[in-house]
């Protein structure tokens, strides 16, 4: 194993969406909404959900697979894969379904939870073993399926989610070339109850003086304005503590990536910083928020619009149940 201290670049992108769209005035035929509080409250207008004949695992394949082309890359040469997902289709790990699907025989993949900031932590921990020399190319996937744990009657939760997959493929390269600029990520269990998707646990006797539990999850709960207050006092901050540590200026940036959870979230955030608002990366009009989805969903379309160019300097930053947060300064690299 190599040992020399190395960077990691994002080379390639890639994403996919289920084919059913569902509009506002739709989902006001289910529950006692409307487009203009929807619109009004949040910015989505629309939000895609997996229909009969799709799963995560064909959207993440979907995404990887362009992602790969994206950086001209083999699936034989992907050494690993991090799907970064709450809502796997087996709980015991989606990851290595996607690596059968590719072809990527020779790459080792597991999925990590850590909700709407799934893939931010994801990008972070395969940028590990690519800069401790393990291995060279990495694959990060940030997928979610939220439209299956969504309560469909409970119209304060399921206005907001939607479906998606994005990938994003990461090389090893000179630490002059680092993609990662510098990140911070945070964690504050006490402070879960805000966002939950709990078990449902039943003690059920097992033999003679014993029992066993048994059971499945209830649907997501959320306390949206504990959750809003979260957001806009916690981003700013971690944001604010990455751009000093690396001497940057919020002038400096080209783009602002957050996670996709509400329109008026991004708004605050940018403000706070007095970036303009036509560099703050918004899609969630069209997919709502897809949890570890959103950050490579966004990433990708800019990237294939021509907004996002190579060397482009992206203050990202993912947040959620957990609770988890966290920031990253990323060079976008494109392929070689
Ligand atoms: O990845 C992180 C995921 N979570 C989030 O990002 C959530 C962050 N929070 C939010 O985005 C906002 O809190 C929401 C969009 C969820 C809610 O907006 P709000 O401005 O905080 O509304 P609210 O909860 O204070 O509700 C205001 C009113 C209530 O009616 P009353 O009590 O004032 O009569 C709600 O019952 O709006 C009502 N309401 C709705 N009305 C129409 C709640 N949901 C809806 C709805 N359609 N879908």
Redesign the pocket.
């Known amino acids: 194993m190599a040992k020399q201290l190395l960077g990691s670049a994002l080379v390639g992108c890639g994403s996919a969406t289920p084919k059913q769209s569902l509009t506002n005035a739709q ?1 006001g035929q289910r ?4 487009d203009s ?2 619109r009004s ?2 910015g989505i207008a629309s939000r895609c959900v997996l229909g009969s004949d799709e799963s995560l695992v064909e959207l993440s394949h979907m995404a990887s697979a362009k992602a790969l082309k994206m950086a001209g890359w083999e699936p034989g040469s992907v050494d690993l894969i991090v799907m970064a997902t709450s809502t796997p289709d087996d709980l015991f790990g989606s990851a290595p379904q996607v690596q059968s699907l590719l072809g990527a025989n020779n790459a080792f993949a597991f999925d990590l939870t850590a ?2 900031s799934g893939f931010l932590f994801a990008l972070v921990t395969a940028t590990q073993f690519l800069k401790s020399g393990s291995i060279k190319r990495a694959l990060v996937i940030g997928a979610d399926q939220l439209s299956r744990w969504v309560d469909w009657d409970d ?7 939607g479906d998606g997959a994005g990938a994003v493929a990461l090389e090893a390269v000179d630490q002059k070339d680092e993609g990662l600029i510098d990140f911070s990520l945070k964690s504050d269990g006490s402070r879960g109850d805000s ?1 939950q998707l709990r078990q449902v646990i039943k003690h059920l006797p097992l033999v003679d003086g014993t029992t066993h539990q048994q059971g499945g999850f209830t649907s997501i709960e ?7 207050k ?2 806009v006092r916690e981003v700013p901050s971690v944001l604010a503590e990455l751009l000093k540590r690396n001497n940057v200026i919020a002038e400096e940036l080209d783009w602002l990536l957050l ?1 996709q ?2 329109q ?2 991004l708004d605050a955030v940018a403000d706070r910083f007095q970036v303009p608002h036509h560099k703050v990366l918004t899609n969630l009009q069209s997919y709502g ?1 897809t ?1 570890a989805a ?1 950050i490579p969903l966004m990433l990708d379309e800019a990237v294939r619009d021509g907004r996002v160019k190579p060397g482009d300097l992206i203050a990202t930053s993912g ?3 957990g609770l988890s947060w966290g920031a990253a300064l990323i060079n976008w690299h494109g392929p070689s």
């Open positions: 989902l529950v006692d909404t409307n509080w929807i409250r949040t909700a709407c119209r304060r939760t399921c206005v907001l989610f966002l959320m306390n949206g304005q504990e959750v809003y979260f957001a996670h959870a509400n008026r979230i928020n949890s959103t947040f959620g149940a």
